[in-house]
T-cell receptor, first 112, second 114 residues
Framework: GEDVEQSLFLSVREGDSSVINCTYT??????LYWYKQEPGAGLQLLTY?????DMKQDQRLTVLLNKKDKHLSLRIADTQTGDSAIYFC????????????FGSGTRLSIRP | NAGVTQTPKFQVLKTGQSMTLQCAQD?????MYWYRQDPGMGLRLIYY???????DKGEVPNGYNVSRLNKREFSLRLESAAPSQTSVYFC?????????????FGNGTRLTVT
């Protein structure tokens, strides 16, 4: 079946690193994505990783993919107040290459 | 360059009323999508259109119909609205199969059914 799971909440101190985790079930996933949603807005793409990669770095963002365990994580270095948002992981289901399934989202809050 | 445009932004319906949510994209994308967002449940795929002329059911299609009017436009219709359809609806588009092809989202339609 197709399922993407995330924990609902994460709280970190400003300046620390945030690590948001995601697990998925479809072993034929080709691309995995991270999106950010700020209050009252649509979703913005942060980054994505192809399934044959195990890491991708983009400025403060690091994506790690463990394909064996079907585990994806997003690390945000030096977390700032502007990083407060809901973060969604999503997978592109290979059997129907246009179909993209999302997790429930992780709400990241920043403590001073 | 507007990207993905959804109308209306807000709507209140009574149970049993019908309405159509409109979506248009100006990026020449092949694939278009409708999602609904409910608290604690993330985004759930209602319907998608991999290319002009095709539509497919997603995770939660019951109570909805879609029309891919042309390459630019993809509408979502509620024939007889129910309170369970109170949600925020997002339209999205992507280039289509073959590459990373991430989704580009509209700003959403907040629908309340009383």
């Amino acid at each position: 079946g197709e399922d993407v799971e995330q924990s609902l909440f994460l709280s970190v101190r400003e300046g620390d690193s945030s690590v948001i985790n995601c697990t998925y079930t479809d072993s034929s996933s080709t691309y995995l994505y991270w999106y950010k949603q700020e209050p009252g807005a649509g979703l913005q793409l942060l980054t994505y990783i192809f399934s044959n990669m195990d890491m991708k770095q983009d400025q403060r963002l690091t994506v790690l993919l463990n394909k064996k365990d079907k585990h994806l994580s997003l690390r945000i270095a030096d977390t700032q107040t502007g990083d407060s948002a809901i973060y969604f992981c999503a997978e592109r289901i290979d059997s129907s290459a246009s179909k993209i399934i999302f997790g429930s989202g992780t709400r990241l809050s920043i403590r001073p | 360059n507007a990207g993905v445009t959804q109308t209306p932004k807000f709507q209140v319906l009574k149970t049993g009323q019908s309405m159509t949510l409109q979506c248009a994209q100006d990026m020449n994308h092949n694939s278009m999508y409708w999602y609904r967002q409910d608290p604690g449940m993330g985004l759930r795929l209602i319907y998608y259109s991999a290319s002009e002329g095709t539509t497919d059911k997603g995770e939660v299609p019951n109570g909805y119909n879609v029309s891919r009017l042309n390459k630019r436009e993809f509408s979502l219709r509620l024939e007889s609205a129910a309170p369970s359809q109170t949600s925020v609806y997002f339209c999205a588009s992507s280039e289509g199969p073959g590459a990373a092809s991430p989704l580009h989202f509209g700003n959403g339609t907040r629908l309340t059914v009383t």
